[in-house]
T-cell receptor, first 116, second 109 residues
Framework: DTAVSQTPKYLVTQMGNDKSIKCEQN?????MYWYKQDSKKFLKIMFS???????INETVPNRFSPKSPDKAHLNLHINSLELGDSAVYFC???????????????FGAGSRLTVL | GQNIDQPTEMTATEGAIVQINCTYQ??????LFWYQQHAGEAPTFLSY??LDGLEEKGRFSSFLSRSKGYSYLLLKELQMKDSASYLC??????????WGAGTKLIIKP
């Protein structure tokens, strides 16, 4: 069974479109995250939700809107896509908040978004 | 600002030993993680250090010196499947994870 699953794995779209990426975890974790990994391979946190409540909202454009219907799901909706949004987006989960003690992040396989 | 430095790329030979260094300058310290990321895949957890010293786990070991702001990941008996990027991440005083850009390790036969 896949622990953290995200769909789609690949997404190619035109500038200006709106798209969503879905994420689900079956680990019973309390906290879920969205990360962006750019071409330079830096992982940057975008959002973190704990039990459906937003706890981290880094400086990302408000075109990005996360939604957590329950603690096992965290979806990412992106409006008015721009060329610079092209990246790999990783969903992740952990038992506690990120970085607390030895809480390990379990990542999904990533969603590669290409904006043309 | 906060900074994590790792070499961009390293090359080693199958069966050999390689050490991947990570130096950090962060606002506070609450632990350091190493993750492995194969090309096109998700990062996976390798090790966690919060106290000084060496943590050994099979062929992989991780070392931490908090006074020097320094860690290394030691890989022994290298195998071709160890070809991957190795990411260092530090937990700062706000319990936020600060990530390095990763070190791409190339293993040659």
């Amino acid at each position: 069974d896949t622990a953290v699953s995200q769909t789609p794995k690949y997404l190619v779209t035109q500038m200006g479109n709106d798209k969503s990426i879905k994420c689900e975890q079956n680990l019973g974790h309390d906290t879920m995250y969205w990360y962006k990994q750019d071409s330079k391979k830096f992982l940057k946190i975008m959002f973190s939700y704990n039990n459906k409540e937003l706890i981290i909202n880094e400086t990302v454009p408000n075109r990005f809107s996360p939604k957590s219907p329950d603690k096992a799901h965290l979806n990412l909706h992106i409006n008015s896509l721009e060329l610079g949004d092209s990246a790999v987006y990783f969903c992740a989960s952990s038992q506690g908040g990120q970085g607390t003690g030895a809480n390990v992040l379990t990542f999904g396989a990533g969603s590669r978004l290409t904006v043309l | 600002g906060q900074n994590i430095d790792q070499p961009t790329e390293m090359t080693a030979t199958e069966g050999a030993i390689v050490q991947i260094n990570c130096t950090y300058q962060t606002s506070g310290f609450n632990g350091l993680f190493w993750y492995q990321q194969h090309a096109g895949e998700a990062p996976t957890f390798l090790s966690y250090n919060v106290l000084d010293g060496l943590e050994e786990k099979g062929r992989f070991s991780s070392f931490l010196s908090r006074s020097k702001g320094y860690s290394y990941l030691l890989l022994k008996e290298l195998q071709m499947k160890d070809s991957a990027s190795y990411l260092c991440a530090v937990v700062d005083s706000n319990y936020q994870l600060i990530w390095g850009a990763g070190t791409k390790l190339i293993i040659k036969p």
